[in-house]
């Protein structure tokens, strides 16, 4: 197949999309993309790239075309604005240039914003070709959650936007399945929709630790339960604090957030009022490739999203990484989340921001046994094999690109 990628990220951005394009080269098929110029997420163009760089080049044998879009700059409302409507109007006129027969299916991978799929559309029309769109973050919901936009008008048009970008989609497949009630509610036929989560980066897997690494020196001595990723809004982090004084008791317990986000400081200043900086401990940034290394010095890993409709709806994808490297797992959250971590048998979940659940849940890990806990990282291991895979995925997403050039003769 000849596939066109549609996307507001790629290479060298840290996105799934570039694994997933790279993979569907290597199975044979002819793969262009269409994206931006790199920013994401220091807000600022990438070395080597900017106004007056290649909008063309390779990326592993895929073609890749990138829109002039204004950067991200400090991700301030106006600042997102201005890049994501400088992507829609950059890319589309790209997509304009398109003609009937260089493509077999356009596939939008779509993050937020929404609005990424517009491009998509245009290109698939100028084509004549069907278009097959990725939902990893549901729209309007996610502008409300996570945006904080409460605008009932504005939602209302999002609302209509989606709702027309669904419609132009032969398939809709989405990365979790409690988004599927809600697009169904929208109007959108049920046949329509497949369900493929997202799966972990190779990186993620079981490491042995050397006795060396200067980790082990960071590590604090005890039972560590460890959170990686974004420190925002959305992961409600400030149940931590609250769990953390319900067990002061326990002196060997200990918290290691790894990450950034724009909830670290004040979370850190709640920590130090509150006398937990030697509880609760804050890492910052740590490359990608060493995170394997942190979990593997842990022994609880832990899920945390805020108590908003959205979230009991995603599946975060820290759960297929936590499960990758065979640890047990621990979540303070609702819905989808909670389900996977209860039902694969990797560990226990609690309501979302009820701080006494997840002090409890903590509590039961830390007198379990080492066999019990064993048996925890084994279920995690095991489930992921079985669900999240990234060969068995990848081909997932393969096989529904195909099947809708099969059914649609290659038409919209």
């Known amino acids: 197949m000849k596939i066109l990628i549609v996307c507001q990220y790629f290479y060298p951005e840290s996105f799934r999309i570039t694994d997933i394009a790279l993979e569907l080269k290597k199975t044979g098929h002819k793969v262009s993309v269409l994206t931006g110029m790199p920013n994401y997420p220091e807000g600022r163009f990438y070395k080597g790239y900017g106004l007056l760089s290649k909008k063309r080049g390779m990326v592993g044998g895929v073609h890749v075309r990138r829109a002039l879009i204004v950067p991200r700059g400090k991700g301030k409302t106006i600042d997102l604005a201005m890049n994501y409507f400088s992507f829609i109007a950059s890319a589309s006129l790209s997509a304009l240039r398109v003609h009937h027969g260089d493509y077999d299916v356009v596939f939008v991978y779509q993050l937020s914003p929404v609005t990424m799929a517009i491009p998509g559309i245009v290109a698939a029309t100028k084509a004549h070709v069907p278009l097959v769109t990725y939902v990893v973050d549901l729209w309007p919901e996610s502008l409300s959650a996570a945006g904080g936009t409460k605008n009932r008008k504005v939602l209302s048009l999002v609302g209509k936007l989606v709702d027309w970008i669904y419609r132009k989609s032969a398939r809709v497949l989405v990365a979790s399945l409690g988004f599927i009630e809600p697009i169904v509610l929208r109007g959108h036929a049920p046949n329509k929709l497949r369900y493929i989560p997202q799966y972990p980066e190779d990186l993620y897997r079981q490491v042995i630790v050397p006795e060396t690494d200067p980790a082990r020196e960071e590590m604090p001595r005890g039972f560590i339960v460890i959170f990686t990723g974004n420190i925002g809004a959305a992961q409600n982090l400030g149940v931590v604090v609250d769990a953390a004084e319900e067990l002061a008791e326990y002196h060997d317990i200990y918290w290691v957030l790894i990450g950034d986000g724009r909830a670290r400081v004040d979370l850190q200043?709640?920590?130090?009022?509150?006398?937990?900086?030697?509880?609760?401990?804050?890492?910052?940034?740590?490359?990608?490739?060493?995170?394997?290394?942190?979990?593997?010095?842990?022994?609880?890993?832990?899920?945390?999203?805020?108590?908003?409709?959205?979230?009991?709806?995603?599946?975060?994808?820290?759960?297929?990484?936590?499960?990758?490297?065979?640890?047990?797992?621990?979540?303070?959250?609702?819905?989808?989340?909670?389900?996977?971590?209860?039902?694969?048998?990797?560990?226990?979940?609690?309501?979302?921001?009820?701080?006494?659940?997840?002090?409890?849940?903590?509590?039961?890990?830390?007198?379990?046994?080492?066999?019990?806990?064993?048996?925890?990282?084994?279920?995690?291991?095991?489930?992921?094999?079985?669900?999240?895979?990234?060969?068995r995925l990848i081909a997932e997403i393969e096989l529904n690109l195909r099947q809708v050039v099969d059914i649609t003769g290659g038409k919209p």
Do not use: W
């Open 269 to 391: 200043h709640r920590v130090k009022a509150r006398g937990f900086d030697r509880r609760i401990l804050f890492f910052g940034k740590r490359p990608m490739a060493r995170i394997p290394t942190y979990l593997s010095l842990a022994d609880l890993a832990l899920v945390c999203l805020s108590p908003e409709p959205l979230f009991a709806l995603t599946l975060p994808a820290k759960i297929q990484s936590y499960f990758a490297c065979g640890i047990p797992v621990v979540g303070s959250a609702d819905g989808d989340a909670a389900q996977v971590i209860v039902e694969s048998g990797a560990g226990l979940a609690g309501p979302a921001g009820d701080a006494s659940a997840l002090a409890q849940n903590v509590l039961a890990m830390y007198r379990s046994s080492p066999d019990e806990r064993m048996a925890y990282a084994n279920n995690a291991l095991r489930y992921y094999n079985e669900h999240f895979r990234k060969e």
